[in-house]
């Protein structure tokens, strides 16, 4: 299924960039700017997710009523 590698990508996109702010946030010098660039890029592939999982049909065998 396309579809689902292609969340699970970001997902992994999403998590590794977490990884990279907290790293980070844990140096003695942070860069404030290196966050804020990690943090908009974090945000920008969970809007994408959402976005996708949105516009899916529902594969989970639920019904909406």
Request: aromatic fraction near 0%; hydrophobic fraction near 35%.
């Amino acid at each position: 299924m396309p579809m689902q590698e292609h969340i699970e990508s970001l997902r992994a996109k999403h998590a590794r960039l977490e990884e990279l702010i907290q790293e980070e946030l844990h140096r003695p010098l942070p860069d404030q700017a290196v966050i804020t660039r990690l943090k908009k890029e974090k945000l920008r592939i969970k809007e994408e997710i959402e976005r996708i999982r949105a516009l899916s049909p529902r594969t989970d065998g639920a019904t909406t009523h």
